[in-house]
């Protein structure tokens, strides 16, 4: 299964989504002659560990079976609505950096095997950062010309819960979703500045949480759809040249690992989001950053393509 939310004429609305097409939920509920319609005002009540998951996937069998023909019509064009960031205010955004071998070296690191180390995990402000698929990023005015792509797999929590077993982590994993943790790989702040110890951490981190800077999308692929997030392709294309090719196969913390590091500190919420870190082919290693007018699309095996524009701040 594959939930989106989508707005038309004003309305945003969850569908089943098809890559060129969606079929609401609700207009699917009320084809079917439903004596209740189908509640799909949050996409986590259709996914695992949601009230409405049974349901939701009875539909969608119907959807793809019997009412195939009735829902024909109901079909609408991903070309006539904009989509929607499909889980627009978790509790907690959580991000990784250097999950990907060859990312870490290609930035001049050492990679290290998992035992060796553990996950490095940071935090971005969701409300200001999550962006829609199709709605451009905006190359920040306080450091313009350092603006890089990140593709990554991103997890949704359907089922939380502290001291998270590796082994039991996947269970309450509700779906999978696309993100492009955009970087301000050369942002310094105060030209003047006094160097202390750490003004290199914080440069890093402050270039991560420029507004705009999360593109997530097109939709949540739900478990039965992404059936080992460890084997999924990876593809971001910049202006329609490849820029990175890899596999999830190549994480050094593989999802369930990621999980269980993380629910060791903080408690995990229905809803948490966490993003996987990027594979190699950054801007930075080539010197190639974006700029207004740019466009990327974002590709994951059996979710979708992310497709994030870009333009100046105004």
């Not at 969701?126 to 829609?132: F, G, K, Y």
């Not at 190359?139 to 797999?153: A, C, F, G, H, Y």
């Not at 290199?200 to 981190?205: P, T, V």
Request: net charge negative.
């Amino acid at each position: 299964m594959r939930v989106c939310r989508f707005e038309q004429n004003g309305e945003v609305k969850a569908g089943f989504y098809f890559d060129d097409y969606v079929v609401p939920v609700q207009a699917a509920s009320e084809a079917r002659g439903d004596a209740e319609v189908l509640d799909s005002s949050c996409l986590l009540r259709l996914l695992p560990h949601g009230e409405n998951h049974q349901a939701a996937s009875d539909l969608l069998n119907w959807v793809n079976s019997d009412g195939a023909a009735a829902c024909e019509s109901l079909q609408i064009s991903c070309s006539e609505i904009q989509l929607k960031i499909p889980n627009p205010r978790p509790n907690k955004l959580f991000l990784l950096a250097g999950n990907y071998a060859k990312h870490i070296e290609e930035g001049g690191g050492t990679a290290r095997e998992r035992e060796e180390t553990f996950p490095y995990v940071f935090m971005k402000p969701a409300s200001t950062t999550l962006t829609d698929p199709g709605s451009a990023i905006k190359i920040p005015k306080v450091n313009p010309n350092t603006t890089d792509w990140e593709l990554e797999l991103g997890i949704v929590i359907g089922k939380g819960g502290k001291h998270i077993s590796e082994a039991d982590a996947l269970s309450h994993v509700a779906g999978y979703t696309i993100f492009n943790d955009i970087s301000d790989r050369g942002y310094h702040p105060n030209e003047n500045r006094k160097e202390r110890p750490k003004d290199g951490f914080f440069d890093w981190l402050h270039g991560k949480w420029h507004d705009s800077f999360c593109p997530c999308g097109p939709c949540i692929a739900s478990p039965d759809t992404v059936t080992d997030p460890q084997a999924l392709a990876l593809e971001l294309k910049h202006n329609g040249e490849v820029r990175q090719d890899s596999n999830t196969a190549e994480m050094v913390f593989p999802v369930a690992a990621v999980i269980e590091f993380i629910s060791q500190s903080v408690t995990l919420e229905p809803g948490d989001m966490i993003s996987t870190g990027t594979a190699a082919g950054v801007g930075n290693t080539t010197k190639t950053y974006l700029k207004a007018g740019d466009l990327m699309h974002a590709s994951i095996d059996s979710i979708g393509t992310l497709i994030t524009p870009v333009e100046d701040e105004a």
